[in-house]
């Protein structure tokens, strides 16, 4: 069905950038929205960035200004750009797609199709 791989995380000194990026496989018909969502230990996970293929962005504004979201529709990813990294931006952060998926002659919609996470851990 849809496969969701996340990558680029990694430890950071406070003030430092890191890039994430979200590869998406699988029967894929179109992609209608792509986001980031983040969860430290002991928290709820919580919206990071999403982007819809008409191009509109929402941001946490815990991160507005500092992160900025994007696709590359050729290659099925999406990339969260991460600069002036604080403490609190420490967590696993999971990439989700709203995707339309083929199987035969049928095509499905999911909303919920998650990536394993990728460890995002900025020092003080």
């Known amino acids: 069905q849809v496969q969701l791989v996340e990558s680029g995380g990694g430890l950071v000194q406070a003030g430092g950038s890191l890039r994430l990026a979200c590869a998406a496989s699988g029967s894929i018909f179109s992609i209608n929205a792509m986001g980031w969502y983040r969860q430290a230990p002991g928290k709820q996970r919580e919206l990071v960035a999403t982007?819809?293929?008409?191009?509109?962005?929402n941001y946490a504004a815990s991160v507005e200004g500092r992160f900025t979201i994007s696709r590359d529709n050729a290659k099925n990813t999406v990339y969260l750009q991460m600069n002036t990294l604080k403490p609190e931006d420490t967590a696993v952060y999971y990439c989700?797609?709203?995707?339309?998926?083929?199987?035969?002659?049928?095509?499905?919609?999911?909303?919920?199709?998650w990536g394993q996470g990728t460890q995002v851990t900025v020092s003080s």
């Open positions: 982007t819809t293929s008409g191009g509109s962005t």
């Open positions: 989700n797609a709203d995707v339309t998926y083929s199987r035969g002659s049928f095509y499905y919609r999911s909303d919920d199709s």
